[in-house]
């Protein structure tokens, strides 16, 4: 990547600090990327004076600029380069003149000795990658150590910098690579949108025609009514989704820099996607049961084609809970889903709700009476090593290796809801026997494996 024009102010400060040394002459260079079977080609970002590099003694020392297709000269090394690194050097550094030493071992004479001491060449290091040189000279004296000490953290601080320089021009080039596919993404999202509109309003009409041609006592009326329900669920799903892209949207457009207008949407991009719950109301009053009721009959249809027994323990008069009927329909619809899905043919599944006084059971509920709302399957259950990864969003641990779909955001989405309301979420396996059904349905149920999954919800009173 080309040098960005803060790197080269920087450059151009450091070589100023070299020339406040004493240094007549100091200049930086980057090495470009290295070809196999080609010399490295050092190219100058910053030199002092610029009449340096255009004077007789540098002509034949020439390397490549990177800001046109012009060559300039690069002031001539006046002596072998006094660095920490030979090998490193001498695959980078520019020839010397026909007739120059190539060693400095070679050099014995104090003559030879001080004219070595008025250049110093350092190279620019950071871990074990050589990315330039720092050249800085003079005619009159040589340095001294303190000098050259100066001189080496000055080219410690731009090889340092030269590399934050780089990983910024990567990052911005990164930043506008995912914002472009980010627009892309919003397109198909919109286009998808607009085509899933149709089938769904077809859907739900078609359900309502059913409704209206069923007789009450046709047991497939509760089926037709089902259709409509979950096309309304759908449909308010698809709203909040169309209004979500429209908020990200707008937000990438406010964030380069093209719509000052979209700045009243951003912050409703918090309650978006999947949450459910409406801004500054995360608590309301509803019936448990009330909410469970249309799930079952969906869950009972599905049970029915799969060839398992669905069992439900809901007492009569139960109080209110302080829920989002809509958040909590969306938790317990992944749970039920989620125990259809892992259930094999010819098994049960379990949902039992029941009411808990402020008795210490729940160490969360010590001072507060709550609703329990329990499901549990009989499947192979989940590996002890995925239970504490359950939660967090697109693990699937063990079950990823299997043919069952899924995306691992359901459970996920649950917690985060429970939470919103106050309430808690906890996982048994195998299934805790006390979620369980009594033993007078007569029922054979394996404990030994399954899964059970219980929300705890604080009691409305």
């Not at 340096?52 to 001539?76: D, F, H, I, Y």
């Not at 409703?268 to 448990?288: D, K, M, T, W, Y």
């Not at 049970?303 to 009927?325: C, F, G, Q, T, Y």
Request: hydrophobic share 40%; proline share 7%; net charge negative.
């Amino acid at each position: 990547m080309p040098a960005s024009s803060e790197f080269v102010k920087l450059c151009r400060s450091q070589v100023a600090i070299a020339v406040s040394l004493g240094a007549k002459f100091s200049a930086v260079y980057l090495t470009q990327e290295l070809v196999e079977g080609s010399e490295a080609k050092l190219v100058p970002i910053a030199v002092y004076p610029e009449t340096s590099a255009e004077s007789e003694e540098n002509q034949g020392l020439r390397l490549q600029s990177s800001e046109s297709s012009t060559v300039k000269p690069v002031p001539r090394l006046l002596a072998p380069p006094i660095v920490t690194e030979e090998s490193t050097v001498e695959a980078i550094a520019p020839e010397r003149l026909p007739g120059e030493e190539r060693s400095s071992h070679q050099c014995q004479g104090p003559e030879n000795v001080w004219q070595q001491r008025r250049q110093i060449v350092t190279p620019l290091i950071h871990e074990g990658a050589v990315m330039g040189l720092l050249v800085s000279g003079r005619q009159d004296r040589p340095w001294n150590e303190r000098e050259e000490a100066q001189i080496q953290q000055i080219a410690r601080t731009l090889a340092l910098a030269c590399i934050l320089d780089q990983r910024s021009q990567w990052m911005q080039q990164e930043l506008g690579t995912s914002r472009q596919i980010q627009a892309q993404v919003y397109d198909t999202m919109h286009n998808l949108l607009h085509q899933f509109k149709s089938p769904l309003t077809a859907l739900r009409t078609f359900g309502k025609l059913l409704t209206r041609r069923l007789v009450p006592e046709d047991k497939n009326r509760n089926v037709a009514f089902s259709i409509v329900r979950e096309s309304d669920r759908l449909q308010e799903l698809l709203g909040q989704f169309d209004r979500t892209v429209d908020t990200g949207e707008a937000h990438l457009k406010l964030r380069s820099g093209t719509s000052e207008k979209a700045m009243s949407n951003v912050e409703s991009i918090r309650h978006s996607p999947l949450s459910l719950l409406p801004a500054g109301n995360l608590q309301e009053s509803c019936f448990v049961a009330e909410v469970l009721k249309p799930l079952l009959i969906s869950a009972e249809a599905i049970a029915s084609e799969r060839n398992l027994k669905l069992v439900a323990d809901i007492p009569a008069d139960l109080p209110p809970v302080w829920a989002n009927d809509r958040a909590l329909r969306e938790v317990l619809s992944n749970l039920i889903d989620n125990a259809l899905k892992y259930t094999p043919a010819g098994r049960q599944i379990y949902i039992k709700v029941r009411y808990k006084a402020a008795d210490g059971d729940r160490a969360g509920y010590s001072q507060l009476p709550a609703i329990a709302v329990a499901v549990s399957d009989t499947g192979s259950g989940i590996p002890p090593q995925d239970l504490e990864h359950l939660f967090e969003r697109h693990y699937r641990g063990e079950k990823a290796q299997t043919e069952i779909p899924g995306t691992g955001l359901g459970l996920a989405i649950a917690r985060d809801l429970v939470r919103q309301m106050q309430g808690e979420i906890e996982v048994f396996s195998p299934v805790n026997p006390e979620w369980l059904p009594s033993a007078e349905t007569n029922l054979l149920y394996p404990t030994e494996r399954g899964t059970t999954f219980v929300v705890w919800l604080p009691v409305n009173k």
